[in-house]
T-cell receptor, first 116, second 117 residues
C-alpha cells in the first residue's frame, strides 16, 4: 500500500496559540485528503474533506475558522488549529486517497495534540 | 444517510481461539465497499480486509475472514487462531462505490478486542 506521513506525532501548545499539522502522501499524488478527530476509546469523527486546489468541505458542527485546512498540492495537506484551547486536545488523523487508482484511503500515524 | 453499527463494545478471546466481531450497516445504495480496520495501541489505522458489495464470495486474508450478508446488511469479521498481536480496537467502515476512494468512510463505534494468553 501507499504511505502517508503525518507530522508531528505529538505536540504540546499553550492555550491561545495556533498549531499546524502536516499530512503528506509520500509515494502517490493524493487528490483527496480527509481529516479526523478521535477521542480516547471512541471512533474516528470526520472533520473535513479536502480536494487538491479547492476549499475543504467541513462536516456539520466543525468550525471552519477554528480548523483551517489547506490542500495546496497533491502531496500535502495541512490542518491548523487556531487559537487552541484545552478542549481542542485530541488525536488527529489524516488519510489520503487518489481517485481511480487505489481502492482505499491510506492513513497517517496521527497527531496527539495537548493544549495546556 | 448511511450508518454503521457495531453492537459489541468489547470482546475477549483466548489465544489460538476464534472470535467473531459483528457489524451491521444501513444503506439504500447497491454498490459500496465494506472494510475492517484495526487500530492497535499505536493508534495507526491498519486495513484488515475489504469486501466489494457486488462480490458474493466472502473476502479472506490469512487468519481473517468475513461473513458478508448483503440482504441482511451484515458484515462480521472472524479472526481464527487469535494471536496476542490481534489485540486492538476494530472498526467496521462503509464507503460508497461511486467516486471510489475519494469518498468518505463511515465508521462504526468500534469493538475493543482483548486476547488472553
Amino acid at each position: 500500500g501507499a504511505v502517508v506521513s503525518q507530522h508531528p506525532s505529538w505536540v504540546i501548545c499553550k492555550s491561545g496559540t495556533s498549531v499546524k499539522i502536516e499530512c503528506r502522501s509520500l509515494d502517490f499524488q493524493a487528490t483527496t485528503m480527509f481529516w479526523y478527530r478521535q477521542f480516547p476509546k471512541q471512533s474516528l469523527m470526520l472533520m473535513a474533506t479536502s480536494n487538491e486546489g479547492s476549499k475543504a468541505t467541513y462536516e456539520q458542527g466543525v468550525e471552519k475558522d477554528k480548523f483551517l485546512i489547506n490542500h495546496a498540492s497533491l502531496t500535502l495537506s495541512t490542518l491548523t488549529v487556531t487559537s487552541a484551547h484545552p478542549e481542542d486536545s485530541s488525536f488527529y488523523i489524516c488519510s489520503a486517497s487518489v481517485r481511480g487508482f487505489y481502492t482505499e484511503a491510506f492513513f497517517g500515524q496521527g497527531t496527539r495534540l495537548t493544549v495546556v | 444517510a448511511q450508518t454503521v453499527t457495531q453492537s459489541q463494545p468489547e470482546m475477549s478471546v483466548q489465544e489460538a481461539e476464534t472470535v467473531t466481531l459483528s457489524c451491521t450497516y444501513d444503506t439504500s445504495e447497491s454498490d459500496y465497499y465494506l472494510f475492517w480496520y484495526k487500530q492497535p495501541p499505536s493508534r495507526q489505522m491498519i486495513l484488515v480486509i475489504r469486501q466489494e458489495a457486488y462480490k458474493q464470495q466472502n473476502a479472506t486474508e490469512n487468519r481473517f475472514s468475513v461473513n458478508f450478508q448483503k440482504a441482511a446488511k451484515s458484515f462480521s469479521l472472524k479472526i481464527s487462531d487469535s494471536q496476542l498481536g490481534d489485540a486492538a480496537m476494530y472498526f467496521c467502515a462503509y464507503r460508497r462505490e461511486y467516486g471510489g476512494a475519494t469518498n468518505k468512510l463511515i465508521f462504526g463505534t468500534g469493538t475493543l478486542l482483548a486476547v488472553q494468553p
